[in-house]
């Protein structure tokens, strides 16, 4: 679900609420048989977004970027239509996991968590997505989810930062720094953890050495393992 030269946010997730609304009356609202969800966190100038892009490609499956995630989780109205592509066992399960991940983490989530736990948790349980960021490795439950972090060396993504930028040097190690703390104070403030902390993923990649076609193919060999099937 990357946004396309010519169409706006909005346009995008119109587009993908009719698709789910016009597939709720299938049946297969069970829990998906194999893991088709994949998150994805990124340290800034990993190449996580192209990463997940060729993800999306490979899988066959739909790409919610943070501008995605966040038009559906402000927007009350936007939220409400989300939340009714779902069934009635849909909700029931959505439900469940959202009250398991607040008693796992101890969380007293505001307003917008309690909105951006329904809607990534919808997202998962339609399946066939990569989230990029938003904590949704620590909303979509584990036995659903790919948990995929992408790394590389301060040098390797200050440099990726400054050419995809036009920056200099200095001010791409700033924004770098600056996205860093941003990324450690929401997964702190809303889950109580470090993002840091290499268990809470299934793979970490470090890009400074593969291309992102290689990135792809070890996922994907994981995935052929039966890996959570």
Known sequence: MKIPKGRSVDRIVEDQIQQWQRSKGAAAKEAPAKASVITVSRQPGSRGNEIAGKLAEAFGYELFDREIIKQMAEDANTSSRVLETLDERGLNVLEDVIATVVEQRHLWPDQYMKHLMKIVGTIGRHGKAVIVGRGATFIVPPAENIRLRLIASLENRIKKVAEDSNISADE??????????????????????????????????????????????????????GFKS
């Open 172 to 225: 791409a190690r700033r924004q770098i720094y600056r996205v860093e703390s941003q990324r450690r104070s929401f997964t702190r403030r809303f889950f109580y953890t470090n993002i840091d902390e290499p268990t809470h993923f299934d793979l970490i990649i470090n890009t400074d050495d593969i291309t992102d076609d290689q990135a792809v193919a070890m996922v994907k060999a994981l995935v052929d393992t």
